[in-house]
Nanobody, 113 residues
Framework: QVQVVESGGGLVQAGGSLRLSCAAS????????MGWYRQAPGKERELVAT???????NYADSVKGRFTISRDNTKNTVYLQMNSLKPEDTAVYYC???????WGQGTQVTVSS
């Protein structure tokens, strides 16, 4: 059974940092590309960052230079380090196994001004 579980969200002031974690099970994690997405109230879900099996990462323009995606294959976990957070980063953040319908339940990130 495939499971995707996010953690690490919370409330932070603008300029602060948070690290999100996403643990996946039931897959060959090391061979899987993973992605972080977010959905703000009243907006469509958007891609934030992806990382493939050889650690190559891609980012949305809005987070480049501030967010870093990484993975630890020994822990079947992908991370999203978010620095210099802005109020517009406020959203529910979701983890997804790339090219699949397997999503986590989401974790709320709220950035206060």
């Amino acid at each position: 059974q495939v499971q995707v579980v996010e953690s690490g969200g919370g409330l932070v002031q603008a300029g602060g940092s948070l690290r999100l974690s996403c643990a996946a099970s039931g897959i060959i994690f090391s061979a899987s590309s993973m992605g972080w997405y977010r959905q703000a109230p009243g907006k469509e879900r958007e891609l934030v960052a992806t990382i493939n099996s050889i650690q190559s990462a891609n980012y949305a323009d809005s987070v480049k230079g501030r967010f870093t995606i990484s993975r630890d294959n020994t822990k079947n976990t992908v991370y999203l380090q978010m620095n210099s957070l802005k109020p517009e980063d406020t959203a529910v953040y979701y983890c997804r196994i790339a090219l699949s319908n397997y999503w986590g339940q989401g974790t709320q990130v709220t950035v206060s001004s």
